[in-house]
């Protein structure tokens, strides 16, 4: 019988299951996309560069990561939000002005998910 995959940490199995439910409440499909893409095992949820940032992403823009940002040029303000930050990731955007949350927060801030881009 094949092993189960998927996340075995209860706390994001929580947050999947809360971006699930508001993702059908309000039928959200950019809810619904951040959860299956946060469903996959750790060595296929992406690891993204603040270098990959700065190029992809305009000034202001926010922009939610279904894995681990890590440590980079970044020389804009955006607004990132992620499952995990390097520690460097985190001071090198609080340093270009931007804002660092985490996925939960987001969430409850814009539950529509307007304005905002996945970045893999």
Known sequence: MPRPTGPTNTILKDLIKD?????????SGFL?????????PTRRKAEVNLSKLNRVCKENEVVVVPGKVLDGLLNKPLTVAAINFSYKAKV????????????????????????VRIIT
């Open 19 to 27: 971006i699930r439910t508001h993702g059908y409440k309000d039928k």
């Open 92 to 115: 090198n955007i609080e340093k270009a002005g931007g804002k660092v949350l985490t996925i939960k927060e987001l969430i409850h801030k814009d539950s529509k998910g307007s304005n």
């Open 32 to 40: 619904l996309r951040l959860a299956e893409l946060l469903e996959k």
